[in-house]
């Protein structure tokens, strides 16, 4: 009989926003794949460390380059490896940081297992935008509020999806946020946004203000700003 891949979102970054129903997955899985690629995947290990209790561990290296070759190449032997892992009878856990269906390197592999006729399940996390807006003390959305989520990278259409109404969460900044707060501040949202560095990690840092977060400007990966539409 296969096994079963399961797709465990860790969340945002404090071990204790793990969800029960994920703790317990990793416990029963015989396997851990641990993705290795960008600073998200390897933070997606460091959080479901401590309840790993010395479990098999595979590596799944992934690539960020742009070539698309290369990234789907990649994907495949991950999936493969996992593969032979489930035809052995092994359950295999997929950690990933956040939840497993926003912006996650997992879904890519379900998606190919799945199609080679194994069983996976998603077990879901707390996203990150989820833990900034608890953080920063603000509502994603309220009443009949639409909510717009944009990975930075699409700086040539943050300007359009930002006009559009309801609140916006801009992440996976990358280290190009502070070109598109400028943008924004030009459409007349600078005083509606508010931004978090590393929210529910080691390092945590909360702006209330784009003037605030422009004295002293943290951009990475783990930034992401929530802009209201209405104050």
Request: glycine share 10%; proline share 3%; net charge neutral.
């Amino acid at each position: 009989m296969n096994g079963k891949l399961y797709g465990i979102g860790t969340g945002p970054g404090d071990p204790e926003l793990l969800t029960v129903k994920a703790i317990k997955t990793i416990e029963k899985c015989a396997v851990i794949a641990v993705p290795k690629a960008g600073s998200g995947e390897r933070a997606a290990y460091s959080i479901a460390e401590k309840y790993l209790g010395g479990k098999e561990l595979l590596e799944c290296r992934f690539t960020m380059e742009k070539d698309m070759t290369k990234r789907i190449q990649a994907r495949q032997h991950a999936a493969a490896e996992i593969i032979q892992l489930l035809e052995k009878g092994k359950d295999v856990g997929f950690v990933t940081l956040g939840d497993p269906t926003t912006y996650s390197t997992y879904m890519y592999i379900h998606k190919i297992i799945v199609s080679k006729g194994f069983t996976a399940e998603i077990i879901p996390g707390i996203t990150s935008y989820a833990a900034a807006a608890a953080a920063l003390g603000v509502a994603l959305c309220e009443g009949d509020e639409t909510l717009t989520v944009i990975p930075a990278g699409r700086g040539d259409i943050i300007g359009k999806l930002a006009d559009y109404p309801g609140n916006k969460v801009i992440m996976k900044s990358n280290g190009n946020l502070v070109s598109i707060l400028d943008e924004l501040k030009e459409r007349g949202y600078g005083d509606r946004i508010k931004i978090a560095y590393r929210a529910a990690m080691d390092g945590q840092r909360l702006f209330n203000s784009v003037e605030e977060y422009e004295k002293s400007p943290e951009s990475e990966y783990f930034t992401l700003a929530i802009v209201k539409e209405f104050t």
